[in-house]
DNA sequence: GGAACGGACTCAGAAACCTACTT
DNA sequence: AAAGTAGGTTTCTGAGTCCGTTC
């Protein structure tokens, strides 16, 4: 039980054993009736070459190939793959002509799909095969799942919303890339045969199996434990408390900014008008970033000018600010909210004399503004503004919306309605399905052929009903109580289409995973399917209960957050 | 102090994959 | 009964937060 362990402070396992990463399949060269053309005429490619020039071909059919900066990143970096005869002949990206290996491409997924089941048992078989060797190691007395045991292939880098390096080949990784983690008295990982390891370190201070440096951003990537492993649920958990604590000195909190809007020290003001958007609204603490390096986005801290207006009356109402910026990921946060009039007037203040590409709170950062959370309570930190009011808010919604009298799917569609007022909060955002208009007809044809179906089975019914009127034995009973039933059954099932409509509907352009996953107290869901007798597979799956494991047997229907 | 930087960890939506149901 | 589809699940890897160190 990892709930009952401990460990010194900052020190996370006392031993650490596993087989190291999963490379990633060697470049296989394409057979040779697979042509690339350069300027209308076939040219055979160097296998080096060749390999990158088939990442740009798989991508074709996406829109990002098409994009001026990905275009010229990915050629910029494809030439330095190029031989020097190859350099001085492609000189034009546009006269590459990648069809046939794009379409070459397209069989071989096409053959895949067709495969015969032998076949393809065949390789689910070798995968688990290679799960069970690489995907789990050992870390003190328990055995855990690997997150991340593969290494990540080479191909073009494609970031998220407008980033400047999209299109940069994302270089292979080799052993000689690899630091490794372990404990000294494990069986240490041998590399690949003919290869080396950068480093073999025993640092008990962090949870990283294996460690590379990636070479677009120049970060380094981790391989971790799995999010049911004890070291992940563990922290979890104390996310979760550290949140809590806050829910204890919120009211506090908020009075104190509140007094802070008056400061004479305009660094103090910031400070509270930031921190009453952070929890008001759920943004996230906004660390500065590095022009040019990635896509332009903000956070609350890094808001500028340029990314709200202030409307002294809008729709009726008074002191309405208008949001408009590019969040994490580049999702749109767009909302119009009234505040106070001193957070108003405040940020005229703020706004005074800038340019629209000025910062809006040019005397406050992230590291400021944590540093003087961190004096209010041990540990707080903005993104904890974030967990405590999702959680909050999880809660206050399921006392609201959940019905007593309600059936399990009227209750779990309460449920997801609680989750998605989180969600909306949090700006969980997707991008519509593309089988959304599809599916949401497919699930209406069906509702009102259920309809017709119910009229039918009420019509069976009254008639039944007159003939055991005149009849008045039993048999003609016994049919009216079957054709009652019926009905019933029926009306329970349109009635769950109907539902499911509903949540589709309402779901359409909002992601629920992200905060059902990362921000809401699991224990609050798990006290809820208990008192009202909903199954919790119905809540959460397989997956979901296995990294909630802790939760599920700790908490008991009267958990509170 | 505070800026710059490296490091380790959480959180993020898209895409790939799988499976159960239809046709 | 094979093939196609819809929708849920898993994988993937990029994008944040936050902390410690150094100058």
């Known amino acids: 039980r990892w709930e009952e362990e401990r460990y ?8 650490l054993e596993h087989k190291g990463p999963v490379f990633a399949p060697p470049y296989e060269p394409l057979p040779e009736n697979v042509k690339f053309y350069y300027d209308g005429k076939v040219m055979k490619l160097s296998t080096k070459a ?9 991508m074709l059919d996406h829109e990002y190939t098409t994009k001026e900066i990905f275009r010229k990143n990915f050629f910029k970096d494809w030439r330095k793959e190029m031989t020097s005869e190859e350099k001085s002949t492609i000189t034009n990206l546009s006269k590459c002509d990648f069809t046939h290996m794009s379409q070459y491409f397209k069989a071989q997924t096409e053959a895949r799909k067709q495969m015969s089941k032998e076949e393809k048992q065949k390789i689910k078989e070798d995968n688990e095969r290679l ?37 940069m080949l994302k270089r292979r990784i080799m052993p000689e890339d690899i630091i490794i983690n372990c404990s000294k008295d494990s069986k240490i990982p041998s590399p690949p045969p003919g290869h080396k390891w950068k480093e073999v370190r025993h640092d008990n201070k962090v949870t990283w199996l294996v460690s590379w440096t990636e070479n ?54 910031q400070r509270a008008v930031a921190l009453y958007f952070i929890d008001k609204l759920a943004l996230r603490a906004g660390n500065e970033k590095e022009e040019g390096e990635t896509a332009d986005t903000v956070g609350c801290c890094s808001l500028r000018v340029e990314h709200i207006k202030l409307h002294p009356e809008l729709d009726g109402q ?17 909302n119009k909210v009234p505040v106070e009039k001193r957070v108003f007037k405040n940020l005229q203040l703020f706004m005074e004399n800038k340019q629209p590409e000025d910062d809006l709170f040019d005397r406050l950062n992230t590291s400021i503004l944590n540093k003087h959370l961190q004096d209010l309570m041990e ?22 919306l959940t019905n007593p009298d309600d059936n399990i799917p009227a209750k779990i569609l309460s449920y997801n309605r609680a989750n998605r007022a989180v969600a909306i909060l949090c700006n969980h955002q ?28 009420r019509r069976e019914l009254k008639s039944a009903k007159a003939d ?9 009973k016994k049919t009216v109580e079957s054709k009652k039933k019926a009905v019933q059954r029926i009306e329970e099932q349109l009635m769950k289409l109907e539902v499911q409509a509903t949540d589709r509907e309402e779901n359409k352009q909002i992601a629920l995973g992200t905060s059902k996953l990362n921000y809401l107290d699991p224990r609050i869901s798990v006290a809820w399917c208990k008192k009202w007798g909903i199954p919790i597979e119905k809540i959460y799956n397989k997956t979901q209960r296995e990294k909630f494991a802790w939760a599920i047997d700790m908490a008991e229907e009267d958990y509170e957050f």
């Open 8 to 15: 010194p402070e900052g020190i996370k396992w006392k031993f």
């Open 468 to 476: 055991a009127k005149v009849r008045r034995d039993e048999k003609s």
């Open 318 to 334: 008074e002191y309405v600010v208008e949001f408009d910026f590019l969040g994490k990921d580049s999702i749109r946060y767009y």
């Open 50 to 58: 060749e390999e990158v020039a088939t990442f740009f071909a798989k």
């Open 379 to 400: 540990g707080l930190t903005a993104k904890v503004f974030r967990t405590y009011n999702a959680s909050i808010t999880l809660q206050q919604q399921l006392k609201e």
């Open 131 to 167: 799960l069970k060797e690489y995907g789990y190691c050992v870390m003190d007395n328990h055995k855990e799942r690997i997150a991340n045991f593969k290494i990540e292939p080479p191909g073009l880098f494609r970031g998220r919303g407008n980033h400047p390096k999209m299109g």
């Open 430 to 457: 997707r991008a519509p399905p593309k089988t959304f208009e599809k599916s949401m007809m497919n699930l209406q044809s069906k509702i009102d052929a259920k309809k017709e179906q119910l009229a039918d089975a």
């Open 216 to 269: 677009i951003q120049g970060s380094i990537k981790y391989i971790m434990l799995n999010p049911s492993s004890r070291i992940k649920g563990e922290k979890d958990w104390q996310k979760y408390e550290t949140a809590r604590r806050l829910k204890k000195c919120v009211d506090k909190i908020r009075n104190q900014y509140r007094e802070d809007w008056k400061s004479k020290e305009m660094k103090v003001r």
